[in-house]
């Protein structure tokens, strides 16, 4: 067996004074993927219910809306 250095941590990583620690709850995953869900039904149900040859400024278009709207979880 290794020898541990009084320096080492026991397998897990301790935060300093100066990090904050992140947890998230389990509800706050059910409402982002039930929002990512909604925003997929929206895209592929609403907006785009018939197939069709995306041209240059549609998909300009729609890549600016939702990269906007991630920047608006971000």
């Known amino acids: 067996m290794a020898k541990r250095h009084a320096a080492e941590t026991p397998g897990m990583i301790l935060a300093t004074a100066n990090e904050a ?3 998230i709850s389990p509800m706050s995953w059910v409402w982002f993927v039930g929002a990512v869900l909604v925003f997929l039904a929206l895209d592929l149900g609403v907006f785009h219910r018939k197939a069709h040859a995306v041209g240059f400024r549609e998909a300009l278009i729609w890549t600016a809306i939702w ?6 979880f971000a």
């Open 67 to 72: 990269f906007s709207m991630a920047m608006a």
């Open 21 to 23: 620690a992140l947890t």
